[in-house]
């Protein structure tokens, strides 16, 4: 790729934003461009699976903070002819010292950079390792030595319906890599590892090639910027030992079946003391006999004899947190919906949802025969009323 190319190459015009857009809305316009565009979504569309690899290419670069800035130094380097690059395109240019050089070998890919940042073609000496050296940050190669963050985790639960509706505090074992207890997550046996004299704890070290003074990691303490001179005999100067441990997670109410629930730094452990990843915990809800949800609505469907429709009266119904009274007006119809505001699902904003009280007929099966004569006798009254239960239905017709 030549110099031009990369001097009009604009990450923020693929995703179509500005580059003074916030990280939020570059976030937001790459989900939604690569919904439209996936390809799982338009197999056999060329111009879908290009206009998505564009997209995830630049969102590998600006959707990151730390690449977003580097990119921008870079561009704007690039733009002003800073780095010696000129300005008509070409493959070569003259830098600062008066030599010659190719991009690609600067890319280090024979100018291919079908992959792009994070989309695994730059490789060792790509892009990134460029990248790195300019801005004498170290590039991919030096981030690969230096010891990281630890990797998040992932487990499953399962609650109960109300245990769900309500939140509930569990324990919760765990086997995984976690801190050494012996030497506290440093790795060394005195608990504390050694700066790196040759680098002086920054992990990298200098060399010149031709103008450029490049960074790559220091061979002394992979670059670490510290080195372990006693190892310590548990963790063998890693500072992770894989343990089983108990933690306590708090499951907030109102929680769905399938959500996931955070807990920072309850993942992994990162080597010689780095941060710790996450702990990501999915909920499954077990069905309950009695309620559903519709959101944060409370749903229950409750047996009612016709007389308690008819004339009205009373019912006691259950909730999450014991019970309440729900007036049925005379005349109620089967199937209608009565809602109690407040005795639904709690809701992160403190205001609950509501209960909806569905109330169904329930026909006896038999009568005795005081029940039965007293049964006829209504029908004739109800008949010499004149009421008519299919009066106006389109089957009458």
Not at 35 to 55: L, S
Request: aromatic share 6%.
């Amino acid at each position: 790729m030549t110099q031009r190319e990369w001097a009009d190459k604009d990450y923020y015009a693929d995703l179509g934003v500005s580059s003074s857009a916030t990280q939020d809305e570059i976030k937001k316009a790459y989900r939604k461009l690569a919904r439209d565009n996936h390809p799982d979504a338009h197999q056999g569309d060329t111009a879908k699976e290009d206009r998505f690899k564009r997209v995830s290419e630049a969102y590998s670069v600006i959707g990151e903070a730390d690449k977003r800035a580097e990119y921008d130094e870079l561009r704007a380097a690039l733009r002003s002819g800073g780095m010696g690059f000129p300005r008509g395109g070409g493959a070569t240019g003259q830098g600062a010292g008066g030599f010659d050089f190719n991009l690609s070998d600067l890319f280090g890919d024979g100018g291919q950079t079908s992959g792009g940042f994070g989309g695994g073609g730059g490789g060792a000496g790509g892009f990134g390792d460029f990248l790195g050296g300019f801005m004498n940050r170290g590039g991919a190669s030096g981030a690969s030595n230096r010891p990281r963050r630890g990797a998040d985790v992932e487990t499953e639960i399962t609650l109960d319906f109300r245990e769900a509706a309500k939140g509930v505090t569990i324990p919760l074992q765990l086997t995984n890599p976690s801190p050494c207890t012996t030497c506290n997550g440093s790795g060394a046996r005195s608990g504390a590892p050694v700066t790196c004299t040759r680098c002086v704890g920054t992990g990298f070290v200098d060399e010149q090639r031709g103008a450029f003074a490049m960074s790559r990691p220091c061979p002394d303490c992979d670059g670490q910027g510290t080195r372990i001179e006693d190892p310590c005999p548990d963790c063998d100067g890693t500072g992770v030992t894989t343990r089983r441990r108990t933690i306590t997670v708090r499951v907030p109410a109102g929680v769905v079946d399938g959500q996931k629930v955070r807990l920072a730094g309850q993942g992994e452990a990162g080597l010689r003391g780095k941060p710790a990843g996450d702990l990501f915990v999915t909920v499954h809800v077990r069905p309950d006999e009695i309620f559903t949800r519709s959101g944060d609505n409370l749903e229950v469907t409750v047996p009612v004899s016709f007389g308690e429709l008819a004339l009205g009266g009373t019912l006691t119904v259950p909730t999450i947190d014991g019970k309440v009274r729900v007036k049925v007006p005379a005349g109620t119809s089967d199937g209608r919906t009565l809602r109690v505001r407040g005795r639904g699902i709690p809701k992160r904003s403190g205001t609950p949802g509501d209960l909806l009280v569905t109330v169904a007929v329930k026909v006896p099966t038999s009568l005795d025969d005081a029940a039965a004569s007293a049964l006829r006798t209504y029908v004739e009254a109800e008949r010499s009323s004149g009421f008519n239960p299919r009066d106006g239905w389109p089957g009458n017709k």
